[in-house]
């Protein structure tokens, strides 16, 4: 605590104040009385299906049923003159969070509608991969109160996939490819680890069949979860069929005289669980590494992933599926990734120091010839005016994104991006509370949507062949 | 007082195995040890005494039950910690459910630790900008600054990267100074 500035030891001192004195304890009575209190037991998978949400206005269903008719004008403009409104290809569907709420946009109309409204605050909403429904988070993510629900994109027939209480922090999710369920990433029951446990779940989508849990079967070795904290799950199945999954290597799991750590790649057929260990997945020598950040490619013959801890710096690098072939693309560590549709190309954020400030510029980078293309939005540096935070000393004079924080206590980097399902275009979100841009990844010009959001957009790639 | 730190000893690690196969006697060597900082990082977090204390009985009794499933000594005073932090907010919850709790405010003691004044944050408002925080930031801020928990132990607790919590932390900080008026 020696280390503390001004105003964290005042603080410190006033949390003691706040806690009193340490007292004494009966330390034997406390143990006895321990050892002979019963085990409590939390939540389980409710059947909360049965009755449909009170208090839901059937307007929801009239503005999408507006939206949808006016998406349709929108569409027949766009492929029938050439000429949209925002420069947006396919004039499909994107999903975000604005004020708490799930909306469903058009860019190519600019036309959105809230098909999720109320006092809880929703976020998080993904696209079901033949888009009919869509999934998103309810509660704060951080916290046990997190439940997870779908939807359809015209707001009816919400259900409760994942009620609230089965995780005790950090759920993050995926649809699997059939669209039939959803792979849940949750701290496991009871929660009495000090981290997060990493455990996958199976959810019926529709929100009637108990959960299935994947992971206990799988070996795990002493000290680590099976996935991390912040492992994104969403990338890490292999496309198309979602076969095989991705997850760091922890130093217990793949023990190695150099310290070298790896990639785990998980088999998770659904019935046989297993933990794949290719020869050359399991570390990157010469260097005592930790990977993190882990993406297949949409055709699932590459993974994507950050280094740290290299001699070099920390790097994106990819390689083939089966660990060969590997290739590094740039001293960018850490920060959001994106592949391109069509497997080509990566978008990438990364740091930037200039006169007036530092902060995050996106860039494209061709996976085959290295090649990089700065997008040159108008608004990548004009960051100026967050106020400088605690900054690790490591990095004093670089770039830092992250470490600083503007008015609202936000930082600096960017909220995150998506392709556009033809490649053409990139949606990306500077900040919460701001209108996303859409930029022409060829010619860098970049045009505002006509409304705010607080969450990356999820696209609809897939128009539904069936009635929604 | 005595804290299990990367430098974790042999006896110590003595005391957890034997204490996790039933010793009731190292086990209360581990209650007198962390006890008081359960209950103070709890107390932070809820705001209220008694959610506190029984968020400790049950965090001791999950204790008694799981120490066997610590898979690090060294990880021991974080994992008790959260392990009570955890039972206090779902307390919380449990009772926000029924009632409104709302963090004590007293008048007196405006300083009452009984130093400079104009070095110290005024304890009114301190409790109100605790109160505006969520649960799980005021456990970071107590786990740290009250339990002196380093970046490990921080990270060990929360589940999140060093770097992650230093982030969290270090926004927490500044919010707070500008609500205290020191920003």
Known sequence: MDDLTPFERRLAAGLKAYAGPRRAVDEATVAR??????????????????????????????????????????????????????PVGRGDLITYTSGGDIHVGDPSTGETTAIVTGSEIDSGPIFSPDGTRIAFLRGDPWTAEASILVVRPDGSDERTVMPADFSQRGSSFTWTPDGASLLVNHDSEPFTTPYFDGELSLFDASGVAEPRLLTPPLPIG????????THQVAPMFRPPNGDLILSHASEATVPDAAGGRGINVWDVHLESHTLLEPEALKRFQPYSVSPWGLWWSPDGSMIAFMVGGTPAGDGLYVMDADGSGVQRLDNIG????????????????????????????????????????????????????????????????????????????????????????????????????????????????ATELPWEADSVPSWRFVRPSSPE | MAVLT??????????????????????????????EDMRRVCLVVAGDEQIAEEAVA??????????????DPVRLRPWLVSVAVNEARQLLRARRRRAVVEIAVTQAGRHPSGGEPELEIDSIDLRNALARLAPHDRALLAMRYLAGFDATELASATGRSPSGTRARLGRLLHRLEKELGDG
Not at chain 1, 222 to 229: D, E, H, K, N, V
Not at chain 2, 58 to 71: C, F, T, V
Request: aromatic letters at 8%.
């Open chain 1, 33 to 86: 009385e321990a050892a002979k209190r019963p085990p409590t037991r939390l939540g389980v998978l409710a059947r909360l299906n049965r009755e449909p949400r009170s208090g839901r206005l059937p307007w929801r269903l009239i503005g999408v049923a507006a939206l949808l008719v006016v998406s349709m004008g929108g569409g027949a403009v766009f492929f029938g003159s050439g000429q949209t409104p925002w």
């Open chain 2, 58 to 71: 049950a965090a001791w009794s999950i204790a008694w039950r799981k120490l066997a499933s610590l898979r």
């Open chain 1, 222 to 229: 002493p000290g680590g979860p099976y996935f991390s904290y």
């Open chain 2, 6 to 35: 990367s430098g974790v000893s042999e006896e110590q690690s003595g005391v957890i195995a034997q204490a996790a196969a039933g010793d009731t006697a190292a086990f209360s060597w581990i209650v007198s040890h962390y006890h």
């Open chain 1, 334 to 445: 850490g920060g959001p990734l994106a592949w391109s549709p069509d497997s080509t190309r990566l978008a990438i954020e990364r740091c930037e120091s200039t006169p007036a400030g530092d902060g995050a510029v996106i860039v494209i980078v061709d996976v085959i010839s290295g090649a990089e293309q700065v997008l040159g939005s108008p608004s990548v540096l004009t960051k100026t005016e967050g106020v400088a935070m605690t900054r690790p000393p490591e990095t004093a004079g670089q770039a830092v994104c992250g470490w600083y924080s503007g008015p609202t206590g936000r930082a600096w980097d960017y909220e995150g991006w998506s392709w556009s399902p033809d490649g053409r275009s990139i949606v990306m979100l500077e900040r919460q509370g701001t209108r996303p841009l859409v930029i022409d990844v060829q010619t860098g010009e």
